[in-house]
């Protein structure tokens, strides 16, 4: 399974973001998708899953602002982040959870400026 991450950039305090990891390969194997965060000096959270079944599991510092998603004909996983804070400021990694391996997309960074 590979990942292409993107979306990131410079981006205002309450301003918004989506990013997209785009994924190919051996897709069918692909249980759930992830996304993680990593700000500097910290280490790296999950943030947001979505699962086969279409079930959605939110960090709950992130509740109510992050929004993942996912576009089946694109093979497509979205992570819509409203309302950006400062410490939002991170890399932030997709992973594709398969049974027996998690494969790591690149990260793209978001810089929330204040």
């Known amino acids: 399974v590979q990942l292409q991450a993107c979306g990131g950039g410079l981006v205002q305090a309450g301003g918004s973001v989506r990013l997209s990891c785009a994924a190919s390969?051996?897709?069918?194997?692909?249980?759930?998708m992830r996304w993680y965060r990593q700000a500097p000096g910290k280490q790296r959270d999950m943030v947001a899953t979505?699962?086969?079944?279409?079930?959605?599991i939110y960090a709950d510092s992130v509740k109510g602002r992050f929004t993942i998603s996912r576009d089946n004909a694109k093979d497509t996983v979205y992570l819509q982040i409203n309302s950006l804070k400062p410490e939002d400021t991170a890399v932030y990694y997709c992973?594709?959870?398969?049974?027996?391996?998690?494969?790591w997309g690149q990260g793209t960074l978001v810089t929330v400026s204040s």
């Open positions: 992973a594709a959870m398969t049974a027996w391996e998690t494969y």
């Open positions: 390969g051996n897709i069918f194997s692909i249980n759930a």
């Open positions: 979505i699962t086969s079944g279409g079930r959605t």
